[in-house]
Structure formats: C-alpha cells, structure tokens
C-alpha cells in the first residue's frame, strides 16, 4: 500500500439546526498511494458530507484530516485555495466548468491562478489534452461541446496541475450510458498511468466497480470494506450483495 | 382558472423578479411628480411661460418625462429578459404568441398601476419634505405646502399613457426562439461584438467635422438651426457607443494575445468581460451618457450661479441710476432725487450728479472727462483733440471710427474702454472729450444722477421700493438698479440651479440604480460560476480582486469618458467661457469622483458579501 495519501480519524459533522443532525459518526479512514477507492452507501448515508470534509468544503466537527501530511484545515482562506488548486483535483456531478472561458481557457485555470510560465502551460496541456482525446475540442466554448465531453475537459482540468489526490462527486451522474463507460475508463487509466491516488462518491454500483476498493458508509459510521481481485464481474456482484445488506442501495439505481 | 388569474399568480409567485422592476418603475414615477408639484406650484403660477425660468422648467419637465421613458423601457427590457424562460414554458404548453403578449401586457400594466399609485402616496409623503428644500434653495418665502392636484392629475395621465405605449411596444420583442432556446440550456450566450473599425473611424470624423462647423462655419449652423443640433448630437452618441463598444472589443483582443493574460486572475476577468461584451458595452454607454448629462448640467448652472453678481454688476454698473431727459420736468426731477435720498440716508453711499450729451438719432453719447474722471476716480487729462471711446453696452466693443462725427472728424483715440459706462444699452459709445469741447456740444443734455452703496447685494428690499416707486417715464425717467437686476436674475438662476441638481441628482441616481440593476440580474449567474471556482481552489482575496477590477472597470470608464467629453468641450469653449467655469467644473468633477469612489467601494463591498454569501 506504501505511504497514505489521506489520512481520516474520528471525523464527525454535526449539523446545527433546530434538530441536531450528526452526518458523519467517527469516520477512520486512510487512502494509499495510487490507491482508487469509491465511497458507496444509501442517501443521506453521509458520503457526500465526507467527500465535501475531505474537500476542504465542509469543516468537520470532530475529527482530523490530513492530506500528504497537511492538516488543510489549519490553512488560511489564501494558503488553502493554493492547497487545493496544487495538491487537489476535483471532478463534479455538473462539471463546474467556467461557461465564460473556453474549454482550453477551462483546462488550464488551475494554473493561471499560479501564474505558470506560458511554455510549461503549453506542455502540460498538450500532454493531459493527448491523454484525454480532447485535443480538437481546445479552441471550443462550453456550450458548444456534450456532457461526456465536458466532463472529459473537467477531469483534464482536475488533473493538469498534477494533483496527489484527485476528488469526484458522482462523476457520472449526468451522463448517458456510452459517456459513464468512456468517463470511468479515463478514470482507470489516469489512476494506472498517472498513479494519481483516486476517491470517487457514486451511488452506480457499475461505476464503483471501476475501483479497488469501495467503502460503504450507513449513517455516518463506515459499515464495510471491499476489495477488488482480479475479475470485474466478480466485484460487481459483491458490490451488489453488499448494497442488498445495506438496503436501500439498488433503489437507487 | 381564468387568464388573469394566471397573471396575478404569475407576478406573486416570481415576487422579486418583479419587485425590482415595480421600485424601477416608481423611482422615475415619484420623480417626476415631485418635479411637476413644484412646476404647477401656485406661487409660480404668475410665472410667464415664455420667460427663460418658464422655458426652463417646461424644458426640465420634458427631459424627467423623457428620462422616465427611457429608464422605463430600460427596466422592462431587463426584466423580459429575466422572464424569458418562463415565457418559454408557457409556449411549451401551448399558448400563443397572442396570449402570451397579452399576459405580458396585462401584467405591465397591473405593476404600471400599482407603482403609479405607490409612487403618488410615496410622493405625497415627500413633497412638503421637498418643499422646504426647494424653499431653502430658492430662497422663496412663498414655497408652502399645497394640495398638488393638478400634478397627480398629469402623473397618473401621463404615464398611464406611458405604460400602455410601452408595454405594447415592448411585448413585440419577445422572442420566440429566443425562449424556447432558453429551456434547452440555462446559459443565454451573447453575440460578441464585431468589429467595426471603418464605421468608428466614419462616425469619429462625420462628429469631429459637425463640431468644427458648430465653431467655425456660423452661417451653415445658423441656416440649418436645430436639424444641426441634432444631427450633431445623434453622431455624438454614436460615435460615443461605438468607441465604447470597438475599444472595448479591441482592447480585449489584444489583451487576450498579451502574455498577462495567462496570469493569475487576469483570465478570468477578461473572459468576464469578454462573454458579456455586449450588455457590458450598453451599460457603459448609458452609464456614459447619464454622467455626461449631470456634469454638463452641472457645470453650466453653477457657473451660472456664480457669476450673477458680476454679471449684473456688468450690465447695471451702478446700484441706482437716474437718467432725466430734457424733456423731463426740472421739478419732478428735482423731488425725485430728493426722495430717493431720503431713501438713502439710512444706508452708507456714494453719489454722483454728472451729465452727459446725446446725439439721439445715432445714439451717441458725450460726456466730458472731468465728469469721466469723477465716476472713475480717476486724473485723466486729455488734449484739445482727442478723446477716450467707452462701450455703452455690455460685451459690445465701442464706436471707434468718428471720421462722419459732427465734433470728433479731427479727433484722435487715445483709449478705448471695453467696460460699459451706464445702464447697458442706454446709448451706443460713450466718448469723453475735453471739457472745452463738450461745452461746445450741441445736443440736448441728460442729467444722470448715479448712487452706488457699500455692500449692495444686501440691499434687495430697498432696491425693490424705489425701482416701484419711480417707474420709467418714456422720455423722461429712466431708473434702474444692479440690485433689482440682481435680485431678479438670483431668483432665476436660483430656480435654473434647483432644477439643474435635480437633474443632476436624478441622472445620477440612475446611472447607480441601473449599474444595481444591471449587477442583481447577473448576480446568481455569477455566484454559481464563483462557487464552483472557488471549489478549485481561488481564494477569497483573488476573487476579491477578480471583482474589484470588473466593477471598477463599470464604474470608472464611464466617468473617464464623461470628464474626458467635458473637458473637451470646455476646451472648445475656451474663449466663450471664463476660467471661473473651468474652476468649476475641475471642483465639481473632483466631487464627483468622490461621490463615485464611495458608491464603488460601497457596491463593491455589498456585490461581494453577496456573492459569497448562501
């Protein structure tokens, strides 16, 4: 497993309201390097909540998170937004791309915001560009492009800074069939090829197949662990027993 | 469920989309019924319509209507465009186009009423408020309070008609395609600008060529008369918005090709302005065109206002002058002046009994340098033959040339006196010849007795009394006062200034309230793209910058090129002007400027909070 990337103990949301709502229950969790982990449980189970607390979104109650060592809780609002446009890399259910900027413009952002040599930009954008199959969509604006293909400019965006962890938020959740199949590849070969340590929420068993290892949380708490061996098939159909255990999760799909 | 009811639980259900539209809408409308309270107030009614205060407020009402119109129509159009979508889903389901204007109208019409009525309750509140303020500025006792029925009258007629005109006119621009676009995609991608370097290039030449004539060529300016004007105004406003929109597009371009443009925020700003090009550029420009009216209302009515003591002092040289004709009755003469110094005991003053010859088919006048000396204190001395040329009116260079002048053929000049001696237009030149020569003068003698008091601008009340009680006498008496001038063109400019920073004030908190609007339209837009960025890693002082520079850029060009435009035409105007309107004009921009960099820090501040806020 080697070093771990990510290190969660005792994480706790509560939220605050007229009831009080605690979302997350004492998650302990630790992600490798070049590990590719999806996160699988019923809605309102707390995924997300967990997802959003490693994101550096949602500030957790209780509870430490460290990432490549970092508590990025104890940053500054300008050392975090550093933290996460180098350490980070995210990829989200409606693409969260700039509609004013155009799909290169998109890509390299991240960078930008570092204000990065113009020659260096050019280099990784025309490797991450390659890598993706994107390359004649460059010069296009957002709108003129579909959602697999957007969500293609959103992962090469999460990933053209060369994160040491990249975050997804069900992925393919706008996307049709054919889209979820290319999107998902893209997300095993940038986990194989670029050893970019990977944890993706999703409730598509399908889609967290793709991973080797999935997590499944129950109100909070995590309920179990999964491995993948060497058989795809295989895993899908423990994933869905799991999912059967855990009940609610097929309604879902 | 009947149709309107649709429209009522249409309006309800999108409250807010409509309330900005409604306070819009009963902005201008209270506006200008406070404008009309004061036109139709009874204390003005003596009011001659033909004089300039008259013409200046029919002039100033027509400009509030016509503003009203545009700032109307401009909050509709905004507001269609808000409504776009939901307009798209009624087509969906099967309404018609007919229908759907009808809902429209029928809608406008419902918000029109309401904000008539709002803004007349709103108005009446306000006006004794008003009242006293116009009270305090006009210096005007009379100001009280009244029952402005007449102007709820005008109001509620006048844009009544409006919103009808309007919300048919407007209902034609809804977009069929337009709105069924919008349901296949939320985002609504502007055309940018093209470019148009030939045209800009035309219309700078086509404004600069109608600016020369306007100064140079009189004659073609004189015969065309007001199509000039306008003509020349139309190309200014175009070429205005096209170097607003052209310099704009381009400045991006280049930008865009820059290697800055890869830097930090920088991509995000540009791209900012660059996918709002064309609603950006429209702002600016209105935002341009209301700046350059306040200031060059502004600039004109102060300058105004602070040059009538001088001004009067120019024409009316003398506090109380009496000019008796020979014709006049030596006796009436004689009790006149002994009441008006009576009058004057109380008071410190100067007097002067001088007198002077006219030769009254040319309207020349003669005057001898020891009576010239005495008014001027001076110790002129002049030789047998020459003699001193003074203006008998204002701004009128005198009669030089006395080649056909029965006494002064042989004379020589030897000073010209630009200042005007007497009343303005009393007689032509005055020329001051030895007193040799004056003795031997034959034309009939005009007593002129002239009083001057210390401190004079103080003194209306007096003024007032004698101008009444020694009205002219065709052929005999002619009295007249700087201070009764004074006083008279001071109520004037004062009522020309109150309506002049109404405007002002007007103009100006329109060009703020559509920038409010403008940003309120775009904000939830924005605040999505923002938060997702901000997911990426921007943090809030880079985003801090990244709206700073966009609002600045709102705010700040358009006061550019509205200084830019003033002090271009006060440039133009440099000989016409005096230094004191420059002075002015620099005071009133700073202030301006002020003003304007505490409502940027001020918007910035709230756009801010707000699009970070949830």
């Known amino acids: 497993m080697g070093n771990s990337i990510l290190q969660v103990t005792n994480l706790q949301k509560e939220y605050i309201g007229e009831i009080t709502y605690k979302a997350l229950n004492g998650i302990d969790f630790q992600l490798g390097e070049n590990e590719f982990v999806a996160v699988m449980g019923p809605s309102g189970s707390g995924k997300t909540t967990f997802l959003n607390s490693v994101s550096t979104i949602d500030r957790p109650t209780i509870g430490e998170i460290l990432i490549n060592g970092r508590n990025p809780y104890s940053l500054d609002d300008e050392e975090l937004a550093k933290f996460r446009r180098s350490e980070l890399g995210f990829v989200f259910q409606d693409f969260n791309l700039v509609h004013t900027l155009t799909v290169k413009e998109n890509i390299l952002l991240p960078l930008t915001l570092d204000s990065l040599p113009a020659d260096k930009m050019q280099q990784r954008l025309q490797h991450v560009s390659q890598f993706l199959g994107i390359e004649e969509l460059l010069s296009k604006r957002i709108y003129e492009i579909s959602g697999g293909q957007k969500q293609r400019v959103a992962i090469a965006r999460a990933v053209i800074h060369e994160p040491s962890l990249l975050l997804a938020d069900e992925p393919t959740g706008n996307l049709d069939s054919k889209a979820v199949n ?31 290892r999935i997590i499944f949380i129950k109100d909070g708490k995590l309920y179990n662990e999964i491995h993948r061996g060497h058989n795809r098939k295989q895993f899908y159909q423990e994933i869905m027993d799991t999912l059967a255990f855990l009940g609610g999760g097929q309604h879902e799909l | 469920m009947s149709f309107n009811h649709i429209v009522i639980q249409n309006i309800l259900r999108d409250k807010w989309t409509y309330v900005s539209y409604f306070l819009s809408s009963m902005f201008s409308i209270i506006i200008f019924f406070l404008f009309t309270v004061i036109v139709f107030h009874p204390s003005l009614a003596g009011l001659d319509p033909d004089s300039t205060l008259g013409l200046a407020l029919m002039l100033a009402s027509l400009l509030v209507y016509l503003f009203s119109f545009i700032y109307i129509a401009y909050s509709i159009m905004a507001f269609l465009k808000k409504k776009t979508k939901t307009l798209g889903i009624f087509m969906i389901t099967g309404a018609s186009m007919k229908q759907i204007r009808t809902l429209v109208f029928r809608e406008n019409i419902l918000i029109g009423v309401l904000a008539i009525i709002t803004a007349i309750v709103l108005g009446l509140v306000i006006s004794p408020l008003f009242l006293m303020g116009a009270k305090v500025v006009l210096n005007a006792e009379a100001f009280g309070m009244y029952f402005p029925i007449k102007a709820i009258m005008i109001t509620i007629g006048l844009f009544l008609v409006l919103f009808v005109a309007i ?88 930008f865009e090709r820059s290697s800055a443009y890869m830097k930090q925020t920088n991509m995000l700003l540009a791209s900012n302005l660059n996918a709002k090009m064309k609603s950006h550029a429209n702002i600016l420009f209105l935002i341009t065109i209301l700046l350059s009216g306040v200031f060059l209302c502004t600039s004109i009515l102060f300058s105004s206002y602070y040059n009538v003591e001088k001004d009067s002092e120019a024409n009316y040289p003398y506090s109380f002058q009496y000019i008796a004709t020979p014709k006049a009755d030596p006796s009436m003469v004689k009790a006149d002046i002994k ?16 007198e002077f010859k006219s030769n009254e088919d040319h309207r020349l006048g003669y005057m001898s340098v020891s009576d010239y000396n005495l008014l001027h204190n001076e110790k002129i001395s002049l030789g ?14 005198p009669i030089t040339n006395v080649s056909n002048d029965k006494y002064l053929k042989q004379f020589k000049l030897v000073y010209v006196n630009e200042k005007n001696l007497l009343t303005t237009g009393f007689q032509q030149t005055y020329f001051i010849v030895p007193d040799e ?13 002239l009083f001057e008091l210390d401190n004079w601008t103080a003194h ?50 329109a060009a703020m309230s559509i920038l409010y609007f403008y940003l309120q339209t775009t904000l939830l837009q924005e605040k999505e793209k923002y938060v997702g960025i901000r997911k990426l890693g921007l943090s809030k002082k880079e985003l801090f910058t990244v709206v700073s520079k966009e609002l600045a850029i709102l705010i700040f060009v358009p006061f550019a090129i509205a200084t830019t435009m003033l002090f271009a035409t006060l440039f133009a105007m440099r000989t016409m002007v005096s230094t004191s309107f420059l002075q002015v004009s620099m005071m009133s921009s700073l202030c301006f400027f002020v003003l304007f ?18």
Request: proline fraction near 2%; glycine fraction near 4%.
């Open chain 1, 182 to 212: 290319d999107v998902m590849n893209l997300f095993s070969s940038i986990h194989t090829e670029l050893k970019t340590s990977i944890l993706m929420v999703t409730h598509d068993p399908y889609v967290a197949s793709f991973a080797n």
């Open chain 2, 167 to 254: 919300s048919k006119v407007m209902t034609k621009f809804i977009n069929k395609e337009a709105s069924i676009q919008l349901l296949k995609s939320d985002v609504v991608i502007e055309k940018s600008i093209k470019p148009h370097y030939l045209l800009l290039f035309f219309s700078i030449i086509i404004t600069l060529g109608l600016g020369y004539f306007l100064k140079i060529e009189h004659d073609i300016v004189g015969s065309l008369g007001l199509l000039f004007y306008a003509a020349f105004f139309l190309s200014v406003l175009c070429t205005i918005y096209l170097i607003i929109s052209q310099g704009m597009r381009f400045t991006l371009k280049a």
């Open chain 2, 339 to 354: 009441k008006i110094e009576e009058q004057l005991s109380t008071v410190d003053s100067q007097k002067y009994f001088i």
């Open chain 2, 384 to 397: 047998a033959n020459e003699f001193i040329a003074v203006a008998g009116n204002h701004k009128t260079i």
């Open chain 2, 437 to 449: 020569v004056y003795n031997s003068i034959k034309y009939p003698v005009y007593k002129t007795y």
């Open chain 2, 460 to 509: 209306t009340e007096l003024a007032k009394k004698i101008i009444e009680d020694f009205p002219h006498i065709y052929e005999e008496r002619y009295v007249t006062s700087k201070i009764e001038l004074y006083d008279a063109e001071m109520f004037t400019k004062s009522v020309m200034f109150f309506i002049g920073s109404m405007l002002s004030l007007i103009f100006l908190s």
């Open chain 2, 597 to 614: 960099f505490v409502s940027y820090i001020f918007i910035r501040k709230s756009y801010f909070k707000r699009l970070l806020s949830n």
